[in-house]
């Protein structure tokens, strides 16, 4: 019996790694943070890790099929946005008007805008505020609307992100 259950446990610990790795995703899992940090293994996956605890991605994506975690259907990937942009909002909104930061560069990672034009996208952010958040009262569905207009018309973003992924809504 002793043979057995030590067979068996050797067989899960081996094939655990490999099925998280044939997913797409590394040890941290699916989530937020397997979009931002990648599969790549080391500290990576401890902000990967630290990403998905810290917005509840993880949970999220296992529980609708988002995040790196299932089907990415159009439509899954817009509501995501959706509730990224409501969820952190106020810190969204202070990082478009300084046109940097953590929550910014995830949103441009939403939008499947490649690392190198984060930057681009914080500056467009700034630099088009004022369309973007009309008034106090500009609520995060509005604030997208806006802003996947304002992509739409960036000679750089328009065709590095990947904008008409929200146009099913």
Avoid: W
């Avoid at 790196?68 to 159009?74: A, E, F, R, S, W």
């Avoid at 441009?108 to 958040?133: I, N, R, W």
């Amino acid at each position: 019996m002793k043979k057995i259950s030590l067979v068996l446990t050797l067989f899960l610990l081996y094939s655990i790694p490999m099925t998280v790795f044939a997913a797409g995703y590394g040890a941290a899992g699916c989530g937020l943070g397997s979009l931002v940090f990648g599969s790549k293994s080391g500290p990576r996956q401890i902000l990967a890790a630290t990403t998905n605890g810290t917005f509840g991605s993880q949970t999220f994506g296992i529980t609708f099929g988002t995040s790196n975690c299932g089907d990415h259907g159009l439509v899954n990937l817009s509501k995501e946005r959706e509730i990224f942009a409501h969820m952190n909002y106020t810190g969204l909104v202070k990082e478009m008007a300084q046109g940097e930061g953590e929550i910014l560069h995830t949103l441009a990672s939403l939008y499947q805008c490649p690392k190198d034009s984060h930057q681009t996208f914080g500056s467009m952010t700034q630099e088009k505020f004022e369309h973007l958040v009309v008034n106090d009262q500009t609520t995060s569905t509005e604030l997208l609307s806006q802003l996947e207009n304002e992509l739409t018309q960036h000679p750089k973003l328009a065709s590095s992100c990947n904008i008409k992924l929200s146009a099913l809504n």
